[in-house]
Structure formats: C-alpha cells, structure tokens
T-cell receptor, first 112, second 116 residues
Framework: NAGVTQTPKFRILKIGQSMTLQCTQDMNHNYMYWYRQDPGMGLKLIYY???????DKGEVPNGYNVSRSTTEDFPLRLELAAPSQTSVYFC???????????FGEGSRLTVL | GENVEQHPSTLSVQEGDSAVIKCTYSDSASNYFPWYKQELGKGPQLIID?????GEKKDQRIAVTLNKTAKHFSLHITETQPEDSAVYFCAATRGAGGTSYGKLTFGQGTILTVHP
C-alpha cells in the first residue's frame, strides 16, 4: 500500500532552471495539496486541488504552477528556480469525510 | 488570515515524564485543530485532532485540550517513551468540509526529545 509517493527525493537546481516535482497517490482521494516546509517555519500551503481539472492557490503560490489531469497525479512545477525556493516540499491527499492529510515523504530541493 | 504560534520550539523530557506543547491561534472562526507528528526523514502524520464543539479529546497517552475563549489549544503526552521523539506541529483552519480541512495554517513546530 504505497499511499502518497513523491519523486525525486533530492534535487539541486541552478538559478533559473525549471523542474517538476511529481506526486501520485493510490488511495483514490479527491483532494490533493502541495506544502513547503522551511526550517523553523512550519508548513505553508502552495496549491491545492479538489479533483481532476480543478486547482487553486494556497498561501504561497508565486513561482509555482500545478496541474491535475488525473485523480492520482498532482505535479508541482517550478519555472525559474530562485534561492528562495530552497525548501522541503510535501505533497498530501485527503478525502471529504475526514480532515486527515496523508503526506508523502518529501522532496528536498536546493537552488544554488 | 490565520496565524498560529507554537511553544516551546524544543522540549526535552525524561522517559516516563509528561510533555505539553501549546498553540495559540488568531482567527476566532477556526474550528478544526489537528496535531501532526513528523519523524526524521518522513512526512507529517496525524496523531489527534479536535473540533471546536469539543473541549478535550483523548487517545491513549495523547490528549488535546481546546479553549475557544482564549484561542489556544494544547497537546499533552503522558508516560513519554523514546519513540515519541519527533517534531510535533499544531495547525488550525476554518473547516467546513471538503478541502477546507486540508488548507491548514501550521505552527512552527516543537522538537520533542525523550531521554531513556
């Protein structure tokens, strides 16, 4: 039972490069989220989705884009990487019935 | 928007002692307050949550209390064990079903260390 799977686990980018963080879940959850975690700052919501084809901005969306073409996948794209995007990124999913978020193991991104 | 403050940032206890972590929130309309535990190299995992129509909730060695008037809530862990060592996050949101329960404002986290 895989749950929420994120790839890659680690990545180093140069300023101005682009990349996509992949997230997939096998629990048939409608709702999916991207959070970033900075040291001593807790987690902040970047984007979320209520289902295939529907996405919306969270608290810190600037510099990121998302898409949701299937229930399972919710990739996060960084178009022009900046040092401020150095962080650990977590994907999560949930159902409408409970408030519980199921998190992936995270993707650590460093922008140099 | 909502703002959640969490204290202390680090907490060190001896095995068998109790641990208490406190959070305050700013939005009086917030009504859902989960606590997440994050072990090293892992994603956060829900350990307990409370809704605003309840003042206290308990699950074995873990309890959460909520004071809506003062806008603060606390996590209590009794009889701590070394495996309780982790980072704990409180969070708050105006939960109204659907994605609202997942659109959380998190506290800064507490690093709990339980010494054998």
């Amino acid at each position: 039972n895989a749950g929420v799977t994120q790839t890659p686990k680690f990545r180093i980018l140069k300023i101005g490069q682009s990349m996509t963080l992949q997230c997939t879940q096998d629990m048939n959850h409608n709702y999916m989220y991207w959070y970033r975690q900075d040291p001593g700052m807790g987690l902040k919501l970047i984007y979320y989705s209520v289902g295939a084809g529907i996405t919306d901005k969270g608290e810190v969306p600037n510099g990121y884009n998302v898409s949701r073409s299937t229930t399972e996948d919710f990739p996060l794209r960084l178009e022009l990487a900046a040092p401020s995007q150095t962080s650990v990124y977590f994907c999560a999913s949930s159902t409408a019935r409970t408030g519980e978020l199921f998190f992936g193991e995270g993707s650590r991104l460093t922008v140099l | 928007g909502e703002n959640v403050e969490q204290h202390p940032s680090t907490l060190s206890v001896q095995e068998g002692d109790s641990a208490v972590i406190k959070c305050t929130y700013s939005d009086s309309a917030s009504n859902y307050f989960p606590w997440y535990k994050q072990e090293l190299g892992k994603g956060p995992q829900l350990i307990i949550d409370i809704r605003s129509n309840v003042g206290e909730k308990k699950d074995q060695r873990i309890a959460v209390t909520l004071n809506k008037t003062a806008k603060h809530f606390s996590l209590h862990i009794t009889e701590t064990q070394p495996e309780d060592s982790a980072v704990y996050f409180c969070a708050a949101t105006r939960g109204a079903g659907g994605t609202s329960y997942g659109k959380l404002t998190f506290g800064q986290g507490t690093i709990l260390t339980v010494h054998p």
